[in-house]
């Protein structure tokens, strides 16, 4: 048998920067990836200023795009437009970004292996689980119980300079989410998402989103559907000498459906408690669970809040977003300035405490709702302070 400090399972954005932290640590680190690289992945392909700010490492190779105008879209129908004095997103493919990300974990001092078949006899002193919305490193530890999003995309060759620079949010369009339009350097990435029980109606919807941006459908390449998980507070992240990070963990935003950032920082989080394991001055992983929930709990629990609102009252809660005190209040969690809502100060802030009071307002009338939007319902609601409402293990998120 073959052994390893640890064993990252999945290259991924959170896999590999997982086995970057561990390699430049002085750890022998197998990252480890069932598809044969350079693949694919469904993604809008969007890094927020946010998470570009936690990476060790300049990521402008493969940067395609830079997102400064946003164009968003209430039905099809009422809109507004918000541009900011610098990019907040930076657009590329998840081809081009996981490939990138492999290299850096490689030079570092990690090894990789494509093409890794799961009864492939591996020993390691920790596991980090990668391996994302469909994979096993989670569903076999018992740590996989999470919410199911659907989305459904694919890629457009079209006039980019109506495109470029510009990213289109598409809200109340998809039942519990939204649709877009994502500029690339040959090419825009159009997609639709919402509750899991939408899956059958994604084709539609994606239909309709193309014919209203003047894109012909029969030009579509690509065309793929995809899970997103969203995770449920109170859950586990980690388990003994396992951790799961990134989508594996469910760590993508329930609003934005981004997962980037949550891949950046629960890869470096989960590589510096396996580098105390291996020093001995920790047992499990009980440290990185803690400190995931101190970085994201609160945040996620406004994220679903928002999120209710926009579908129970989408008419008032876009009007908020369209005040540009609360724009400037988003436009500030995404560019890292505040870590939470909470800590948006003046009229900005106001605006957004005002869709947490629409979300709670939302659950006192849940019963016209589809069973996915009761049970956020529920789950926001006792998520809505800082401390949680009732006991949870130390290894809770």
């Given amino acids: 048998m073959e052994r390893f400090d640890a064993l990252v399972v999945g290259a991924g954005p959170a896999g590999s920067l997982a086995a970057f932290h561990l390699a430049r640590g002085g750890a022998r680190v197998l990252l480890a990836d069932k598809a044969r690289f350079p693949r694919d992945k469904p993604c809008g392909g969007g890094i927020t200023v946010r998470a570009e700010r936690q990476l060790p490492f300049s990521i402008d190779p493969i940067v395609e795009d830079a997102v400064d105008v946003f164009e968003l879209r209430l039905g099809y129908g009422r809109r507004f437009r918000r541009r900011t004095s610098e990019p907040l997103i930076r657009m590329t493919q998840r081809r081009r970004l996981d490939a990138f990300l492999v290299e850096q974990a490689r030079?570092?001092?990690?090894?990789?292996?494509?093409?890794?078949?799961?009864?492939?006899?591996?020993?390691?002193?920790?596991?980090?689980?990668?391996?994302?919305?469909?994979?096993?490193?989670?569903?076999?530890?018992?740590?996989?119980?999470?919410v199911r999003t659907v989305a459904l995309e694919g890629n457009a060759r079209v006039d980019l300079e109506r495109f470029a620079g510009r990213a289109w949010i598409e809200f109340g369009v998809v039942p519990g989410g939204y649709g877009w339009v994502f500029p690339k350097a040959d090419h825009v990435n159009v997609g639709v998402g919402g509750w899991r029980k939408e899956?059958?109606?994604?084709?539609?919807?994606?239909?309709?989103?193309?014919?209203?941006?003047?894109?012909?459908?029969?030009?579509?390449?690509?065309?793929?559907?995809?899970?997103?998980?969203?995770?449920?507070?109170?859950?586990?992240?980690?388990?003994?000498?396992?951790?799961?990070?990134?989508?594996?963990?469910?760590?993508?935003?329930?609003?934005?459906?981004?997962?980037?950032?949550?891949?950046?920082?629960?890869?470096?989080?989960?590589?510096?408690?396996?580098?105390?394991?291996?020093?001995?001055?920790?047992?499990?992983?009980?440290?990185?669970?803690?400190?995931?929930?101190?970085?994201?709990?609160?945040?996620?629990?406004?994220?679903?809040?928002?999120?209710?609102?926009?579908?129970?009252?989408?008419?008032?809660?876009?009007?908020?977003?369209?005040?540009?005190?609360?724009?400037?209040?988003?436009?500030?969690?995404?560019?890292?300035?505040?870590?939470?809502?909470?800590?948006?100060?003046?009229?900005?802030?106001?605006?957004?405490?005002?869709?947490?009071?629409?979300?709670?307002?939302?659950?006192?009338?849940?019963?016209?709702?589809?069973?996915?939007?009761?049970?956020?319902?529920?789950?926001?609601?006792?998520?809505?302070?800082?401390?949680?409402?009732?006991?949870?293990?130390p290894t809770s998120i």
Avoid at 140 to 145: E, M
């Fill in 107 to 146: 030079e570092a001092g990690a090894e990789f292996r494509d093409g890794f078949r799961p009864d492939d006899t591996i020993g390691a002193e920790v596991v980090i689980g990668a391996d994302g919305a469909n994979g096993i490193t989670g569903r076999r530890a018992g740590l996989d119980d999470h």
């Fill in 199 to 393: 899956g059958p109606r994604l084709r539609p919807h994606l239909s309709r989103l193309c014919r209203e941006h003047g894109i012909p459908e029969a030009t579509l390449t690509d065309i793929r559907g995809h899970r997103l998980p969203l995770r449920r507070p109170g859950s586990t992240a980690a388990r003994g000498r396992l951790a799961l990070v990134g989508d594996a963990a469910g760590l993508v935003d329930p609003v934005s459906g981004d997962g980037i950032y949550e891949a950046v920082l629960s890869a470096r989080l989960a590589a510096a408690n396996a580098l105390d394991l291996l020093a001995g001055r920790a047992t499990d992983f009980t440290l990185y669970a803690g400190e995931l929930r101190r970085r994201l709990a609160v945040q996620a629990a406004a994220s679903w809040r928002a999120k209710t609102a926009l579908d129970r009252f989408p008419r008032t809660t876009f009007a908020l977003l369209q005040a540009p005190l609360a724009w400037r209040g988003i436009e500030s969690l995404l560019r890292a300035d505040a870590e939470e809502p909470a800590d948006i100060g003046g009229p900005g802030g106001a605006a957004l405490r005002i869709a947490e009071t629409l979300a709670r307002m939302s659950y006192l009338k849940r019963g016209s709702w589809s069973a996915d939007a009761g049970r956020v319902a529920a789950w926001t609601w006792t998520s809505s302070s800082r401390a949680p409402s009732r006991a949870a293990p």
